[in-house]
């Protein structure tokens, strides 16, 4: 009998592009509700940066009592906070906007999760005290480049409301899933601003600054903007709170099935509250059923989600799944257009061919 070495096919990254890097995760081969880092979609605006990491230290200084400056060691004995926390690009499913939007083309897997650990941004900021007069807080990365639409250098740098940047699971964090920050990731400090879009998720922290005003840098006023017109700038607001959404994760898009018993699965996730309910069309939207939640739903994480379907009848059927959270928020008919393609959150749709 003849043996024949079977090599392990392991699913990679998909790339967007290289420089800088931007690849997305392939989340029909996720069997599990945290994401190795190697399968960790990336988002980056610049080249990565250069520093030595072991000469890091975080200074917080501006509208503070005291600023101080606090070394890795330091932030390691602090008492520790653990989450698991979705991140999603607020240009997740960009690619599927109609009329189509210029931007990175995400398609659906622009997000990922798994468990950080890190010290409360809250408990930094008792050391320094605040100023009555701090409105916002700065965070700026060591990346940093030309943008497109500007010959200048900048850092990437975000702004979160003194309010935000005060709950307990805003975090500097310095582990992901029981291992340092992964260097592509954020190493050695990144924000995790859970359940907000992960823009506000500032990797690679060269320090933070509070300030009186709003924040006017690019990556704050300029891009993660919606924008609903396409001719002007009228009515724009800043992208915030992830909305609520769904993904089928299996069968593929336009995948031919042979008749059988399938188990359709996906997931569901929501930036307030918890996911309550996740229902599935097999007739385009014409009725709808209640889907498995096959784990306990919890804040700032996806649920995943089952559904068993007898496809003994032969011919092309659109499947879509549809979430609802908490906060009696529901996945919309019709994604909210906005100039940016940020925010995608209409109901997902797959086509398949039964044969």
Request: charged share 25%.
């Amino acid at each position: 009998m003849k043996h024949f070495y079977q090599p392990e096919v392991k699913p990679y990254l998909i790339t967007k592009t290289l420089t800088p890097e931007n690849q997305e995760t392939p989340i029909q081969f996720l069997n599990s509700e945290m994401v190795d880092a190697k399968l960790f979609y990336r988002r980056n605006h610049f080249s990565y940066p250069h520093f030595t990491s072991s000469f890091y230290f975080l200074p917080i200084e501006g509208l503070v009592q005291t600023s101080k400056t606090f070394s890795l060691q330091e932030l390691y004995s602090l008492p520790s906070i653990t989450i698991k926390v979705i991140l999603e690009c607020s240009g997740d499913k960009r690619e599927l906007f109609q009329p189509k939007v210029f931007g990175e083309q995400w398609e659906k897997g622009a997000i990922s999760q798994g468990i950080w650990k890190g010290v409360s941004l809250r408990t930094l900021l008792k050391f320094t005290g605040l100023l009555h007069t701090a409105k916002e807080i700065v965070f700026e990365g060591y990346d940093y480049g030309e943008r497109p639409d500007s010959s200048q250098m900048f850092s990437f740098a975000r702004s979160l409301p003194i309010e935000k940047a005060l709950e307990p699971d805003t975090i500097i964090a310095y582990e992901y899933n029981n291992q340092p920050i992964p260097f592509k990731h954020g190493f050695p400090l990144r924000l995790i601003v859970p359940g907000w879009y992960a823009m506000a998720s500032v990797k690679w922290i060269k320090k933070i600054t509070v300030i009186d005003k709003e924040f006017k840098g690019p990556f704050q006023a300029v891009d993660y903007v919606y924008y609903p017109n396409k001719e002007n700038d009228k009515g724009k607001f800043p992208v915030t709170t992830i909305h609520v959404n769904s993904t089928i994760r299996y069968p593929l898009n336009r995948q031919l099935l042979p008749a059988g018993i399938y188990q359709i699965n996906g997931f569901a996730w929501t930036g307030k509250g918890i996911i309550t309910k996740v229902e599935l069309s097999i007739d385009d939207g014409q009725t709808w059923d209640i889907c498995q939640l096959t784990s306990k739903s919890e804040k700032y994480s996806w649920v995943p989600w089952i559904y068993k379907w007898k496809a003994l009848k032969k011919g092309e059927y659109t499947i879509k799944s549809k979430a609802t959270d908490s906060e009696g928020n529901v996945q919309r008919s019709e994604p909210f257009w906005n100039r940016k393609g940020y925010g995608y959150n209409a109901i997902d749709i797959i086509e398949v061919k039964v044969e």
